[in-house]
C-alpha cells in the first residue's frame, strides 16, 4: 500500500479545519492542524452570513463568481452534516433585506443595487411601506430596501465545532501549539518549529493563520507582509419569547454607517460590525457600541429590548488587494489567507477546491488562477530535491 502523505495545516480556524475537513475526506493524507490555544481567531467572532450579494463590493467583481459557487456549495454542505454526520450547523435559509433610512443612504443602495444589476445578482428594490409589510418590525422611517433571497446564514460557531467533531472522526490530528517557522529542508519536505522548542516534518505545509502569519520565520515570510488586520467590533444579544426577532437578515446604511442584524433560530441575534483600519487595537470601544446600538435601534425599533450578552473584536484577515491570497507559494508549501469580510462564507468551498487542487498536484486553483500568491511574490520556483 502507497504511504499516506504527511500534511501539516497551520492555523486551525474555519479555513484551516475546512480545509482538512476536506482532504481527510480523500483518505490519501496523515493530517495535522497545528493550532496557537491563544492565538487572535476571527472564526468565533463573525455574524455568519453567506452574503455574495450584499457584501460584493466595488473594485471586489472578481470575487463575485467564487462567493455565489461558496453559498451554493454550502447547501450541500447543511445537509451532509445534518443527515451523514446528524450536526446541526445552524444553516438558515432566511434571505436579507438592506435597507435605508434617509434619502442619502437610498441613493448608496441604488447605486449598490446597480452593481448587483451589471454581475448578475439577482435582487430586488421595494419601498419601505412594501419592506414592512414583508418585515413588520421595520422602523417607520425605512424609506427603502433591497431583498435578496441567495444570502442566507450559518451558525459559525456551530460549524466550527461540527467541523472538528468531524475532523476529529476521519482521524485528523490536532495540536495546540504556536508555529514559529516554517522551513523547507533539502530532500524537499518542510521543518515546523513550534514555541515549545520542538520541531517536526511534513510532506505538504498548508497555511493557514489568518491575520498573524507574519510572526511565523522563514519560507512564509515573503507573503505574509501582504496581509492586515481589519478590526470588525460586534454584539450579542438575545430575543426572548416576549421580544420578537426578524425573520430574515436585516442590513443597512445610517448616516453612511453599514450595519447588520442577523437571527439564530436559537434566539442568538448578532448586531455587527464595525470595519476599522488600526492595527490590532483590540480595545471594546464605548462609541463603536454605541453606534452598533444606536443604527440597529434605529432600523429596528425592538433591539432596544433585547439582551447584550457578549461585545466582543476580531480582525479579519484581508490581502492587499482584498482578494483571497490562495495556491502553492513554493513547492510543498501552500497558503489560504486572506478571506477578509467573507471568510465563513468562502471556507467549505476553500476546503474543496484546495484539497481537490493538491490532490491533483496542481499549484492554483482551477478557474481562479489570480487568487495565486504569485500575484504579489512572483512565479513558483519548481527545484529538485538534493541528494
Ligand atoms: C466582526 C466580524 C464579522 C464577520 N462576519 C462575517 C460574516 O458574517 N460572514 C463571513 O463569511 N465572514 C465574516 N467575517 C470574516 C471571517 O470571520 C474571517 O474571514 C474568517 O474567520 C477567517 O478565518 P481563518 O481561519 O482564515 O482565520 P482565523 O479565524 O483568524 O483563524 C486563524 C487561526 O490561526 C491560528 N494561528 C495564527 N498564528 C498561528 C501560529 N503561528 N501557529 C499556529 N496557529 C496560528 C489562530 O490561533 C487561529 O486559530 C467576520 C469577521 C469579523 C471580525
Do not use: C
Not at 483590540?282 to 425599533?301: F, N, Q
Amino acid at each position: 500500500m502507497e504511504r499516506k502523505k504527511s500534511v501539516a495545516i497551520v492555523g486551525g480556524g474555519i479555513t484551516g479545519v475546512a480545509i482538512a475537513y476536506h482532504l481527510a475526506k480523500l483518505d490519501r493524507f496523515e493530517i495535522t492542524v497545528i493550532d496557537d490555544p491563544i492565538g487572535r481567531r476571527a472564526t468565533g467572532v463573525a455574524a455568519g452570513m453567506l452574503a455574495p450579494v450584499t457584501e460584493v463590493n466595488f473594485g471586489e467583481e472578481h470575487l463575485a463568481s467564487f462567493m455565489l459557487s461558496s453559498a451554493d456549495y454550502f447547501k450541500s454542505v447543511a445537509t451532509t452534516f445534518n443527515d451523514q454526520y446528524k450536526l446541526d450547523i445552524g444553516y438558515r435559509n432566511t434571505g436579507t433585506i438592506t435597507v435605508s433610512l434617509t434619502d442619502k443612504d437610498r441613493k448608496d443602495l441604488e447605486r449598490y443595487l446597480a452593481l448587483y444589476r451589471r454581475l448578475g445578482l439577482s435582487a430586488v428594490e421595494s419601498e419601505g411601506s412594501e419592506l414592512r409589510l414583508l418585515e413588520p418590525l421595520l422602523s417607520p422611517q425605512v424609506n427603502y430596501g433591497i431583498s435578496t433571497e441567495i444570502d442566507q446564514q450559518v451558525d459559525n460557531r456551530a460549524l466550527y465545532d461540527a467541523l472538528k467533531r468531524v475532523n476529529n472522526r476521519l482521524g485528523v490530528n490536532t495540536v495546540g501549539h504556536k508555529v514559529v517557522k516554517v522551513e523547507r529542508d533539502r530532500m524537499g519536505d518542510y521543518r515546523i518549529f513550534n514555541d515549545s522548542g520542538s520541531n517536526s516534518l511534513f510532506n505538504l505545509v498548508i497555511v493557514a493563520s489568518g491575520t498573524s502569519s507574519n510572526s511565523i520565520e522563514g519560507d512564509l515570510k515573503e507573503i505574509s507582509n501582504f496581509i492586515r488586520p481589519v478590526k470588525g467590533q460586534i454584539i450579542r444579544a438575545r430575543h426572548s419569547i416576549d421580544t420578537k426577532a426578524p425573520g430574515k437578515i436585516i442590513r443597512y446604511s445610517v448616516d453612511s454607517r453599514p450595519g447588520y442584524i442577523v437571527t439564530r433560530s436559537n434566539g442568538e441575534v448578532v448586531i455587527g460590525a464595525t470595519s476599522e483600519e488600526v492595527g490590532f487595537d483590540d480595545r471594546l470601544k464605548a462609541r463603536s457600541t454605541y453606534e452598533l446600538l444606536h443604527d440597529a435601534i434605529r432600523v429596528l425599533p425592538i433591539v432596544g429590548e433585547y439582551s447584550i450578552e457578549e461585545i466582543n473584536v476580531g480582525f479579519r484577515p484581508a490581502s492587499d488587494d482584498n482578494l483571497p491570497i490562495i495556491g502553492a507559494l513554493k513547492e510543498n508549501l501552500w497558503v489560504a489567507l486572506g478571506s477578509y469580510r467573507h471568510g465563513i462564507l468562502l471556507s467549505m468551498y476553500i476546503g474543496k477546491m484546495v484539497s481537490e487542487a493538491i490532490s491533483a498536484e496542481e499549484t492554483t486553483l482551477a478557474g481562479y488562477e489570480f487568487f495565486s500568491p504569485s500575484r504579489f511574490v512572483g512565479d513558483l520556483q519548481v527545484t529538485t530535491p538534493q541528494a
